[in-house]
C-alpha cells in the first residue's frame, strides 16, 4: 500500500515517504474496509473446533471474536490508495465534521471510520474488564432522504467477573458468542466503526464524524475516514454546528444562502445568552431525526427563508426566544410530531406556516402566533 501511494499520489507531487506517508489509522481503516467478511452460521462436527469456546466453530456477518472483521484482500486494498476515497482529519472533544459522498450506483455502501487510541497506563487484574478507550469518536450515515440514520456494527461484549480470577482463567462458552448488529448507538470499547448500508439507492450521503470524548494531548483527535466512493468535507455544515456549539453571548451567526444538511445537537454553551442564528436571503437549515438546535436563552432565529424541514427535531431558543421568519416563506412541516417547546419557554413565531404540524409544550411553556402566521392544514397545537 506504501508503495503505490508513493508511486501514484507522493512522487508526482515531489512528497517522500519520509514525510508524507498516510496515518496508521488510514491503513487500518483501509484494510478493514476492504476486507472479506467470513460468515460460517453452522458448525460441523469432526471440524476443528473453537480454541476459545471448545465448541464448534461458527462466525457471523460483521465483526465477531473469531475472524475479527474478516480476511486482509491485499489486492484490494491497494485500489484505496487513490485519496479521493480516504480522508484524513481531526477534532476536537464535542466538534462535528461532516463529510459527503456520492455513491453512483444502487448497492451496497460502506463507510468506515479509525483513529490512533493515546496509550493507556496498561491492565491490572482489577481493571483488565474496563474499557481502555480514552478517545472515542462517533459516526453514522444520514440517508438521503435526511431521515434515516444508519448506526455502525455493534458487537456486544462477552460476560465476565467485575475481575479476573486468580488464576487468570476466564474461559469464553459456546452461548457467550453473538452476532453482531448494526446499532442504534456508537461502539464504546474500540477505537473503529463501520457502517454498512446493503442494497441502497444511488444518492449522496451524509458521514457525522464526531468527538464524544477526546483525550489527546494535544487536544485534537485525529482519524481516517474511507467510503467505497469518492469523499468531500461538507464546510458549510461542519462550519455551522461548531459554530453553534461554541458561541458566546450575543453571538450572531449567519447563515448563508446554503443548504446546510444536518443538524445534531447543536447548542450554545450554558450562560450563553442572547444568541441570534441569522439567516441571510435563501439561507436554508435542514434537521436530522431527533436534532436538536439550541441558541441559548433569550435566543432569536430569524431571516429564514426556509428553516427546518424534517422530523422529530427539537428548537430550543432559551427562555423568552423568538423565532422570526422574515417574508412569511419558512414553513414548519412534517407529517408526525415536529417541534417541542419546553417549560417556561414562551416562543413566538411570527410570518412563519405551521403546515400539517404537531407542536408540543410542556406545562409552563407557551407559544405566542404572532403576526402573520398562519397554522395550516392539520396543525395541532398541543399540551
Known sequence: MLDKYNRVYLQPRSKSLRTDA??????????????????????????????????????????????????????????????????????????????????AYAGDLRVSLAWDDPPTSGSTRANCYQIKLLSDLDMHVLGADRQTIHYPWLLDTLPHPDTLPANGY?????????????????????????????????????????????????????FSLVSDDSLWKDVGSTWLINQVNGA?????????????????????????TNVTLAFQAGGTLSMAPDATISVGSTGTITGAQSVL???????????DGTINEIGGRATFSGSVPC????ASQNITIQNAT??????????????????????????????
Open 248 to 272: 458566546s453571548a450575543s453571538q450572531t451567526i449567519t447563515v448563508t444562502p446554503n443548504t446546510y444538511d444536518v443538524v445534531v445537537d447543536a447548542a450554545v454553551p450554558a450562560g450563553a
Open 309 to 319: 424541514v424534517g422530523e422529530y427535531y427539537t428548537v430550543d431558543t432559551g427562555s
Open 22 to 103: 498516510f496515518w496508521n489509522s488510514t491503513a487500518k481503516a483501509v484494510l478493514i474496509h476492504t476486507a472479506t467478511d467470513l460468515v460460517k452460521t453452522t458448525g460441523y462436527a469432526g471440524e476443528h473446533a473453537n480454541c476459545d469456546t471448545r465448541g464448534l466453530l461458527v462466525y457471523h456477518d460483521g465483526p465477531d471474536y473469531a475472524t475479527g472483521w474478516g480476511m486482509v484482500d491485499a489486492v484490494n486494498a491497494l485500489a484505496w490508495t487513490d485519496t479521493s476515497r480516504f480522508k484524513q482529519d481531526s477534532l476536537d472533544q464535542d466538534d462535528v465534521s461532516i463529510y459527503k459522498t456520492n455513491h
Open 170 to 222: 476466564d474461559p469464553m462458552q459456546p452461548g457467550d458468542v453473538h452476532a453482531a448488529y448494526r446499532g442504534p448507538g456508537y461502539d464504546r470499547r474500540n477505537n473503529v466503526e463501520v457502517v454498512d448500508i446493503d442494497q441502497t439507492a444511488a444518492a449522496t450521503y451524509s458521514i457525522v464524524v464526531t468527538g464524544h470524548v477526546v483525550a489527546t494531548a494535544q487536544g485534537l483527535q485525529r
Open 339 to 342: 417541534g417541542t417547546v419546553n
Open 354 to 383: 405551521l403546515n400539517g404540524c404537531t407542536r408540543d409544550y410542556t406545562a409552563g411553556g407557551s407559544i405566542n402566533v404572532g403576526d402573520g402566521a398562519t397554522l395550516g392544514d392539520g396543525t395541532t397545537l398541543r399540551g
